[in-house]
Structure formats: structure tokens, C-alpha cells
């Protein structure tokens, strides 16, 4: 995954070449330096009141599918639960695997949700899946909940992208970027910025020269597109003319600090950790605050084949304490009652161990995770059998989750989007809200 910013989209300019990347490979050469950018703090105290609801949404992707058995649903004694052993949370009765024992001590935030289930146990379509939804479609590009949350809550006036994915992993993986989905059919005024977290801003993001030279070339840019426009290309242009727009805001803001964790005291750095991922969940806290309503942080790849309890053993320990600490850090702002946080992947793994001490794809029974935005912690919704085999009770869908999520950040899941060939699409079709999860 390249460092350099870019935002996802489903178009180019085919005969003119011209594309975003390009485009911010441009802005470095075109232009020669303007210093650092200031940061003023009541731009922190007053982003919350430029969204549209004051909510927000972290979702922690874990790409590839976790094992539910070495995170949050141990089965200790029982031949299904392997060598994983267990410890004790501040849910009085409730284990998860002794692998997260910062979590263990922060579950009064959390909602696990035990009864997840679904039926397809396959990489990019269970992914799509749960981001959107929606089965992928080659008639239909579905969007993805970033892009949801984005056109619903975003402020378009904002210099900030309403979206951000962020690809957080020491490991090379994190998910599919495809599968994790784009605005689809809402347009690319509604993408995700997406980036790696290397903890700095993202590239090519910074001046080499004066404003109006910027602006110079910049309209430059609009002539050239203007030529492939009168020749029948006015829409691509049109979208790619609002990619550079947002762009440039963007590179202009003094509001882009807050891709720079760097500005953080050293205190609440060493909270978070060093790790890829650490460095993400800390972005998402920076970035919430500054205004942003969707931030997304990939980690991965949680396909355990092989191996299984020693890489999820590793793969905990580079999510437990960041993790931990994004919950403690947004609640000790106040800002945790109206930040949804999300903790899945696409699927879990089978109950039984393969010859390789591995386990494999299993949609029938895992666990996610809410925290924040007016979820009811410190509790426990469904469950699974024994040998977690199968839903015991409480089972949850997919569509069901993404209605609770939308419920909580006061989407109308029922609200109608229209398709590019004229068919209405609901923000999510069928599924109902977990009232339980709000207590």
C-alpha cells in the first residue's frame, strides 16, 4: 500500500490519463515550500459541532477473520478451545482469551456480542458483506458504511474528508482493499481517504511554494480537463474536478495536524503503544476529534491456517493495549458517549483444529464488538453452544448489526438511495435493530 494520499474511487480519466495519485504527485513538484501549518486548539473543541449529529464512528477492521475462540468467545475445557487459556473481565461471570488482558480490564465499555452469524465464509464477498450489507453486484456498487455514516453525518463544507481508512499492520495485510468497499453508487464526494499509519501525515500533502502559484496551476489543470470534457467526458471530469477540490482543501487546511500524532504529549503516546495499529487508533481519536465522522483502522491478516494460536497470540498482543487505550482515551475526553466504536472482521474460524493447527473460515457463529455512541457496556448478548459449533441463542445477522450501528449514530437505515440505473437501495435491507444492546 503506497503512502501517498489517495481516495478511493471507481473512475479515471481514460484519455486524458489524468488521476488523483498524479494529481498529488503534482502538488509537491509544482510547488516549492510554505512551512509548517499551525494548529489551533479550538479547532479540537469545535469539530464535534461541525458534523451534522456531533457522532462519530471508529470501526476496528480485523481483516481475514479472528478467531472468536482466542478473543472474545473461549471455550476453556472443552477439545474446540485448543491450548487457549482464559482470564477474567470486569463483567462479573465473563471470560475472553487470556491473550488481551488490557481489554479484559476495559470490557465495562464494551457490548460483545457472541451470536454473530452469517453464510458466507469467503474473504472478499464475507468482507463486502459486512461493510455494506449486500452481496457484491456487477449491477449495483453498493456502498460502503464509511461512505454511509459520511454522506449522513459528514459536513461537506469541512476541509477534512468526512472518511478515513487507515491500513494499520506490521504484517502486511488488513483485508482486501476492494472488498472493503467505496461510496459506490453515493458518488466520490463520499470515498474514504485511505492511507497507512507510519505515523506522520500522509504524503505529499505539504507546499513547495506560494499559495497563488498553487492556484495557477490548479487552473491550468481545469483547461486541460476542459478539452476531454467538450469531447463527452463532462461527468468524469466533473468527478475528478471535486477529487481535486477536496484535495486541495485538504492540503490547505491548517486542520491537516491532526494526521500528525506527532503533536501529541509523549504521555498519551506511550498509553497507545508503538505498533502500526497503535499509531492508527490514536489517528482515529486525533481525527474524530478534529471533525472527521468515519474513521476506519484495517489490521490483519487474521487468516489463521496455520498456526493458529501462536500468530493470534501475536495479533492480540499488537491490538490489546491500543485498543484499550482508544476506549479509555475517548471517554476520558467526553467524547466516547457520541463515538461508535466497531470491533469485527468478516467471519470467525471453525470450532475444530486442522492438521496444521489451524483454523479455518467459519460464518456460522462469531463474535463482534460495540463500544461508545450510546451502546449499553459491561454486557454479554447471545452466545454460542459448548463447543461453539453454532448460535445458542440471540442470534445476530449482519444486517442486524449494521441496523444497530446505524440506530446508534441516529441513521435512518430504512432511507432510500437510487442506483445509477434507477433502482431505489435502502441503506440496509432487512435485519433488525438489537435493542439490547442499548440496555
Known amino acids: 500500500m503506497s503512502n501517498d494520499l489517495h481516495i478511493q474511487t471507481e473512475f479515471s480519466i481514460r484519455k486524458s490519463g489524468l488521476r488523483r495519485r498524479d494529481f498529488l504527485k503534482f502538488i509537491p513538484a ?18 464535534p459541532a461541525l458534523r451534522k449529529s456531533g457522532k462519530a464512528c471508529i470501526l476496528l477492521w ?7 475462540f482466542e478473543t472474545f468467545d473461549p471455550k476453556p475445557g472443552h477439545a474446540n478451545g485448543g491450548e487457549t487459556k482464559t482470564i477474567p473481565t470486569t463483567i462479573p461471570g465473563v471470560q475472553i482469551s487470556a491473550n488481551l488482558p488490557k481489554i479484559a480490564q476495559a470490557t465495562d465499555d464494551l457490548c460483545l456480542i457472541r451470536s454473530m ?3 458466507d465464509g469467503q474473504h472478499p464477498r464475507a468482507t463486502f458483506l459486512m461493510h455494506t450489507g449486500y452481496a457484491p453486484s456487477p449491477a449495483v456498487k453498493y456502498p460502503t458504511l464509511g461512505s454511509i455514516v459520511a454522506k449522513e453525518l459528514g459536513d461537506p463544507a469541512s476541509d477534512l474528508p468526512s472518511f478515513v481508512r487507515v491500513f494499520a499492520s506490521q504484517r502486511g495485510g488488513g483485508g482486501n482493499a476492494s472488498a472493503l468497499g467505496s461510496a459506490g453508487i453515493l458518488g466520490v464526494d463520499y470515498d474514504p481517504l485511505a492511507m497507512t499509519a507510519d505515523g506522520r501525515p500522509p504524503e505529499n500533502t505539504s507546499l513547495a511554494t506560494d499559495e497563488k502559484r498553487f492556484h495557477r496551476r490548479l487552473n491550468l489543470l481545469d483547461r486541460i480537463q476542459g478539452d476531454y470534457a467538450n469531447q463527452g ?3 468524469e471530469v466533473a468527478d475528478h474536478q471535486k477529487i481535486y477540490a477536496q484535495a486541495s482543501r485538504l492540503v490547505l487546511s491548517p486542520k491537516m495536524t491532526g494526521f500528525d500524532i506527532s503533536k501529541e504529549p509523549q504521555k498519551i503516546r506511550d498509553a497507545y ?6 499509531q492508527g487508533c490514536l489517528l482515529a481519536r486525533r481525527l474524530v476529534e478534529t471533525g472527521v465522522t468515519f474513521v476506519e483502522i484495517s489490521h490483519g491478516p487474521w487468516d489463521t491456517h496455520q498456526d493458529n ?8 498482543g499488537e491490538i490489546d493495549q491500543p485498543f484499550a487505550a482508544l476506549l479509555a482515551d475517548l471517554k476520558s475526553r467526553g467524547i466516547l458517549d ?6 469485527t472482521g468478516e467471519f470467525g474460524r471453525t470450532p475444530r483444529i486442522n492438521p496444521n493447527s489451524g483454523r479455518d473460515h467459519f460464518p456460522r457463529a462469531f463474535t463482534s464488538i460495540m463500544a461508545g455512541g450510546g451502546i449499553n457496556g459491561g454486557q454479554v448478548i447471545g452466545s454460542t453452544d459448548a463447543g461453539g459449533d453454532a448460535v445458542q441463542d440471540r442470534p445476530v445477522s449482519v444486517n442486524d448489526f449494521l441496523r444497530t450501528a446505524c440506530h ?19 441503506i440496509v435491507d432487512g435485519g433488525e435493530v438489537v435493542k439490547e444492546v442499548f440496555g
Not at 480485523?62 to 472468536?68: A, L, T, V, Y
Not at 503503544?273 to 497503535?278: D, E, I, L, N, R
Open 338 to 343: 457520541s463515538t461508535l466504536v466497531i470491533w
Open 233 to 235: 467526458g463532462q461527468q
Open 117 to 119: 452469524t452469517g453464510k
Open 62 to 68: 480485523m481483516g481475514g477473520g479472528p478467531s472468536q
Open 408 to 426: 446508534s449514530l441516529g441513521i435512518d437505515a430504512e432511507k432510500q438511495n437510487m442506483s445509477s440505473i434507477g433502482r431505489p437501495i435502502k
Open 30 to 47: 509544482a510547488a516549492a515550500a510554505a512551512g509548517t501549518l499551525s494548529w489551533q486548539d479550538h479547532l479540537l473543541a469545535s469539530a
Open 309 to 316: 494460536f501462536n500468530k493470534t497470540r501475536d495479533l492480540c
Open 273 to 278: 503503544g508503538t505498533s502500526s495499529f497503535a
